[in-house]
C-alpha cells in the first residue's frame, strides 16, 4: 500500500523569501505524484503533477517540484513567497487500481503562514 | 466552465442523527470521489465512482455510510446513523475519466459537526 508524509506541520516565512516544503512517499512501483493546495474554506487546487520524463516539474501559481526516486522524495518550491502563499499543501501519491481506478493517497499536509 | 458544486456547506447535527451530502460534478465528468477529511489532516478516499458503478469503496465504513450515483451525474453520500468522530469536511471531487492524467478537480466540501 501507498503513503505519504510530510514532516513539517507547519512553516512559517517572510513574503519575498523561498519556500520548500517535503515529501516522501512510499510506493512498491513507479509513483504518480501530484501536489494541492487548499485555501481556507476551499477545495483542493492542484498545482503540478509528475508521472514520467523530466524530474523538475513546473507548475501554476510559480511553484516548482522535484522528484528524486533514490530519495523517495518530492519536495515542492517556490524561489519567492507572496502572502497569498498562505494556505495548506498537500502531496499525494496516485496509484492505479483494477485498471479502472485512480486512487490518491495523501500526505498531512502542511500549513504555510506567510509573515508581512 | 463551472465547477464541483456541494451542498450544503455547512451541516450540524447530533450524534445518531442522519445526514445526507449531494455533490454534482464538472459536466461531462465520468469519475466521481468522496473523501473524508478530518481536521488536521489529508483527505481519504471514502468510495469512488465511474460512471454509475462503484470501482472502490474499501474505506467506506458501510456499516453507516452509503453513497449512490444513480444516473451516472449527480452523486449522495448519507451517513446513518452519525458518531461524533465523523466530524470532518466531506469533500467530493471528478475527473474526465481514471486515468493518472486526468486531474481531479475538486467542490469546496460540506463540513459536518457532529454534537
Known amino acids: 500500500a501507498q503513503s505519504v508524509t510530510q514532516p513539517d506541520i507547519h512553516i512559517t516565512v517572510s513574503e519575498g523569501a523561498s519556500l520548500e516544503l517535503r515529501c516522501n512517499y512510499s510506493?512498491?512501483?513507479?509513483?504518480?505524484l501530484f501536489w494541492y493546495v487548499q485555501s481556507p474554506g476551499q477545495g483542493l487546487q492542484l498545482l503540478l503533477k509528475y508521472f514520467s520524463g523530466d524530474t523538475l516539474v513546473q507548475g501554476i501559481k510559480g511553484f516548482e517540484a522535484e522528484f528524486k526516486r533514490s530519495q523517495s522524495s518530492f519536495n515542492l518550491r517556490k524561489p519567492s513567497v507572496h502572502w497569498s502563499d498562505a494556505a495548506e499543501y498537500f502531496c499525494?501519491?496516485?496509484?492505479?487500481?483494477?485498471?479502472?481506478?485512480?486512487?490518491?493517497?495523501f500526505g498531512g499536509g502542511t500549513r504555510v503562514l506567510v509573515k508581512p | 466552465e463551472a465547477g464541483v458544486a456541494q451542498s450544503p456547506r455547512y451541516k450540524i447535527i447530533e450524534k445518531r442523527q442522519s445526514v445526507a451530502f449531494w455533490c454534482n460534478p464538472i459536466?461531462?465528468?465520468?469519475?466521481l470521489y468522496w473523501y473524508q477529511q478530518i481536521l488536521g489532516q489529508g483527505p481519504k478516499l471514502l468510495i469512488q465512482f465511474q460512471n454509475n458503478g462503484v470501482v472502490d469503496d474499501s474505506q467506506l465504513p458501510k456499516d453507516r455510510f452509503s453513497a449512490e450515483r444513480l444516473k451516472g451525474v449527480d452523486s449522495t453520500l448519507k451517513i446513518q446513523p452519525a458518531k461524533l468522530e465523523d466530524s470532518a469536511v466531506y469533500l467530493c471531487a471528478s475527473s474526465f475519466s481514471t486515468g493518472h492524467s486526468y486531474e481531479q478537480y475538486f467542490g469546496p466540501g460540506t463540513r459536518l459537526t457532529v454534537t
Open positions: 510506493y512498491g512501483a513507479t509513483p504518480y
Open positions: 499525494a501519491v496516485g496509484a492505479m487500481i483494477k485498471a479502472a481506478g485512480n486512487k490518491l493517497t
Open positions: 459536466s461531462g465528468h465520468a469519475t
